[in-house]
């Protein structure tokens, strides 16, 4: 098994990786993260072949959502998978 292996969502065409980053820690749930710090994990994970970011707007109350969004706002659209949840704030 590899990082970058995926496996399809239910019936649909759409596959995901299935290994993530789980960036709860990313909108400062333990203590502050500065937009570098972030910057350097997301950059991370892209060289070790991680792609897909699990975010939620409850995580730092939005600012997990903020601070990825702004670390991934140089790289191509096509390059990874963003998922969030909806209905909890």
């Not at 399809?8 to 980053?21: E, H």
Request: aromatic share 8%; net charge positive.
């Amino acid at each position: 098994m590899h990082v970058s292996d995926t496996r399809k969502i239910g019936r649909t065409d759409l596959a995901i990786p299935i290994l993530g980053l789980g960036t709860n820690p990313l909108g400062g749930l333990y203590e502050a993260i500065s937009p570098a710090e972030v910057q350097a994990v997301v950059d991370r994970a892209f060289a070790r072949g991680v792609s897909f970011f699990d975010l939620a707007p409850v995580y730092g109350y939005g600012n997990a959502e903020r601070n990825v969004g702004a670390a991934l706002a140089g790289r191509a659209r096509d390059d990874y998978i963003v998922s969030t949840k909806v209905g909890r704030l």
